[in-house]
């Protein structure tokens, strides 16, 4: 794993999860953490924003991944947001995609419920 990575925390959207066909009916609240992982030493060095990744082209593609279509289970919204995040910038090594579900419909006492992948290109 490349040690050096970009944090991204906290991305909230609107998104179509969950097995049943109710849940993919009503968009609900999903939270979702990214670990990019790229050389930051040459932008680090030059202090040259062409040098790194764009966060705000990262969280966008994330975004796409997460509300362009309805999804039965969070792994399948996680897989398409890494890959999404890979082909985003050919500098990005690895990327790891947490996606949390924001209230779901469980548990009463349950605040979220999430999976976390790790994807390599």
Do not use: N, W
């Amino acid at each position: 794993m490349t040690p050096d990575r970009l944090e991204l925390r906290g991305l909230r959207f609107l998104a179509r999860c969950g097995v049943p066909l109710e849940e993919r009916r009503r968009p609900q609240p999903l939270e979702v953490d990214l670990d990019v992982h790229l050389d930051l030493g040459p932008a680090g060095r030059s202090d040259d924003v062409a040098d790194t990744v764009d966060y705000g082209g990262v969280c966008s593609a994330a975004e796409r991944a997460v509300t362009s279509a309805p999804a039965a289970l969070l792994e399948h919204l996680a897989e398409r947001v890494a890959d999404a995040v890979l082909a985003a910038d050919e500098r990005i090594a690895e990327v790891v995609v947490g996606v949390r579900k924001l209230r779901p419909p469980v548990a009463s006492h349950l605040a979220s419920a999430g999976v976390r992948v790790y994807r390599v290109r």
